[in-house]
């Protein structure tokens, strides 16, 4: 059997010979995997010209919702995923990771855009910048689709997942890809995508597979493609140098395999429930996926005078990890994912012996499996190592067996520890397990420049704690140095990655019409219609009231202080407020904001359903007795929302500009409300 590409709307098999791949469990073919005869630059002009024009033209809300009924169409075939992935050597566990972890990624995406980002096809980013004296000069900074294809090149331990967690939100950007998976797990990406193409949410063009080599697809990338890659630093490091690449300064994220720590704080105690978790998270993270992820724990760094605690403990507990047919139950570990890699780890264990000693594992004369008909070559035991002095040695800082493997090194104080979680020059992830607060936070505040993420785990997070090699979708992935000195997830961050930030200078007026937001300064209209009895359709950003005029009088203070029970001197004490910053008796900052709302508030029924929120509040000026006050509504920003089934209306949310000014036309108080409003479409 031939691998699969699916290249420029069609399903296409690689001619000639191509590498063969193998059920890591009993060693038979699964496929041959080639993309010879592809066209690669038809691939590109394909992505850009029919998947990049067709999301263009979405809503970036209508590019998450696609994002979301694709995982529900994947989540549907989620079983036949585990099938496939089995032959990859995955337990369950490891595999509702790959497969349930990168469908809940997507889910996530779709939620952080459309809950983040307007419903339009561009993002309005940051505040207005005011560039000028009198205002009539502004800027303000966007971002929009690259007319361009994002290419990502992925490792082969995450099939499912590693391709998932990229294409969120490089869609949702507007972005259509082209995946190159790991070769020896090729297959089960192709399975998911598969199913991606037959369900027929995405516009056509959106996604490219590539099974097999890249070809000269790198070199005929142009300057609004972007790349994006996870694996070996090695690897990585070569590819962003290409020339192409570097001549047209193509954005290359990179996120590389590197050698994570996880520190026992000097504060643990062997009785101490930290010292338990330490234990079992070091065990997870050398056994799931067989120790083959680019943030597994691969140096272990604890106190001098616990080495001896900590390697009984965790030899104790690797001992009961049963290795084998993972469809077997009690069978917690299987099979690297094939022969090369086993030899590779093997390698690798091999040099760092000549730095340290090999305290469990490490032989495969006395591997034990469960299970018949097993591909003995691809399996390899857990494996600790001892590094006596970690800062006289290089190796365990250098060398990576991508496997279940790791490496026991000694601190003799809280300095030290720190000084060794820097010798990995990059790290993805270091975890601290302990409850001293003052000690996590010396750790934290000195390693976090070497890592892109940090865990401090202790008993009264760890119950709900998603772990140390669990990266999130809200969270950045990825780290400094040797980790590729890029972000992947990230929230919203990442589907601004794939994006172009452009500062917008102008005047108020014309960014208004550019961006569909209001500015301070900009031209507003209105007509004798108030804005609360029109529907989100009928009202135009920019469209403003102002209201009648109100003069605050002590009974005002003294009634809202009454009601509300804030009896603050600046409000009540003549003697106090005339001794204070206001010289004088002031209005309550929070009774201003109420006055305001019943001077522009329509009361009766209509589209406006509900306040929905207030941001960006400020107190400009102090209200005394006896100053008249007035407000002013602009319609700052419209957000339509999808109708949801249960729904009985469709409706928006519009944000309101608020300028609340006294007597002399001087603004005492600045915020946004957010109301809710009836649209006339279903």
């Known amino acids: ?385 001892y590094c006596d002095k970690p800062l006289e040695t290089d190796a365990p800082h250098s060398i990576e067996a991508f496997g279940p493997v790791s490496t026991l090194m000694p601190y003799n104080s809280i300095d030290e520890a720190i000084e060794i979680a820097r010798l990995g020059k990059g790290s993805l992830v270091a975890s601290i397990v302990t409850y001293d607060d003052d000690e996590a936070a010396k750790i934290v505040l000195a390693a976090a420049a070497f890592h892109g993420r940090m865990l401090v785990l202790n008993r009264d997070c760890a119950k709900e704690s998603t772990g140390h090699g669990s990266p999130l979708p809200t969270l950045v992935h990825g780290g400094p140095g040797r980790a590729g000195g890029g972000e992947e997830l990230g929230g919203s961050r990442a589907v601004k990655h794939y994006m172009q930030r452009t500062a917008i200078q102008g005047s108020p007026t014309t960014l208004m019409a550019i961006t569909k937001e209001y500015i301070a300064g900009a031209k507003t209209s209105g007509n004798d219609k108030h804005p609360f009895r029109k529907y989100f359709e009928e009202l135009q950003v920019g469209e403003s009231l102002t209201t009648h005029r109100r003069t605050v009088t002590e009974a005002d203070i003294v009634s809202f202080g009454a009601v509300s029970g804030d009896h603050f001197y600046a409000h009540f004490d003549e003697i106090a407020a005339k001794d204070s910053m206001f010289g004088q008796r002031v209005a309550h900052g929070y009774f201003i904001i109420s006055a305001a709302a019943g001077m522009f508030v329509d009361p009766a029924p209509g589209p406006v359903l509900a306040n929905y929120g207030l941001e960006n509040l400020r107190f400009i000026e102090p209200v005394p007795i006896g100053d008249t006050i007035q407000v002013k509504i602009t319609v700052k920003k419209k957000i339509k929302k999808d109708k949801r089934p249960e729904e009985e209306r469709a409706t928006g949310v519009v944000v309101w500009d608020v300028e609340v000014t006294n007597q002399h036309g001087v603004i005492v108080a600045l915020y946004d409300i957010l109301t809710l409003v009836e649209r006339k479409e279903a």
């Open 1 to 385: 059997m031939i691998s699969k590409s699916y290249c420029y709307g069609t399903w296409f098999e690689g001619q000639g010979q191509g590498v063969k791949v193998y059920n890591a469990l009993n060693g038979s073919e699964v496929c041959e995997v080639s993309s010879n005869g592809i066209d690669f630059n038809k691939m590109l002009e394909y992505g850009r010209n029919v998947g990049g024009k067709a999301l263009r033209e979405m809503t970036i809300h209508d590019r998450a919702n696609a994002i979301k009924n694709v995982a529900k169409h994947l989540m549907s075939k989620k079983e036949h995923f585990y099938a496939v992935s089995a032959k990859t050597g995955a337990t369950k566990v490891d595999s509702w990771v790959d497969i349930e972890g990168g469908l809940a990624t997507m889910f996530s995406y779709s939620g952080i855009a459309r809950r983040e980002f307007a419903n339009e096809k561009f993002i309005v980013e940051g505040p207005a910048e005011i560039l000028s004296a009198k205002g009539t000069f502004v800027a303000r900074h966007i971002l929009t689709s690259k007319p361009g294809v994002a290419v990502h090149i992925n490792a082969f331990n995450f099939p499912c997942w590693g391709m998932l967690e990229k294409i969120a939100p490089s869609l949702i950007a507007g972005m259509p890809v082209i995946v190159k998976p790991g070769t020896a797990s090729a297959y089960l990406t192709q399975a998911m995508v598969e199913e991606i193409i037959a369900c027929g949410i995405l516009p056509e063009g959106s996604i490219q597979l590539i099974c097999g080599s890249v070809g000269d697809l790198l070199a005929r990338l142009n300057e609004q493609d972007v790349v994006t890659f996870t694996g070996s630093a090695y690897t990585g490091q070569k590819l962003r140098s290409h020339e192409n690449i570097v001549a047209k300064s193509i954005p290359f994220t990179m996120e590389a395999d590197s050698l994570n720590s996880c520190i026992l704080g000097e504060s643990v105690a062997v009785e101490d429930e930290e010292f338990q978790l330490f234990i079992k998270e070091v065990t997870n993270e050398m056994t799931v996926k067989a120790g083959q992820k680019c943030t597994a724990i691969r140096r272990i760094i604890v106190p001098q005078s616990k080495v001896s605690a900590v390697q009984e403990a965790l030899i104790a507990r690797l001992s009961k990890v049963t290795l084998g047919d993972p469809s077997i139950k009690g069978v917690r570990m299987g099979p690297l994912v094939g022969k090369s890699q086993r030899l590779d780890v093997e390698s690798k264990v091999a040099q760092l012996s000549d730095f340290c000693d090999v305290v469990y594992g490490g032989d495969l004369s006395k591997l034990e499996l469960t299970g018949d008909n097993l591909n003995t070559e691809a399996f390899y035991p857990p494996t600790l190592l």
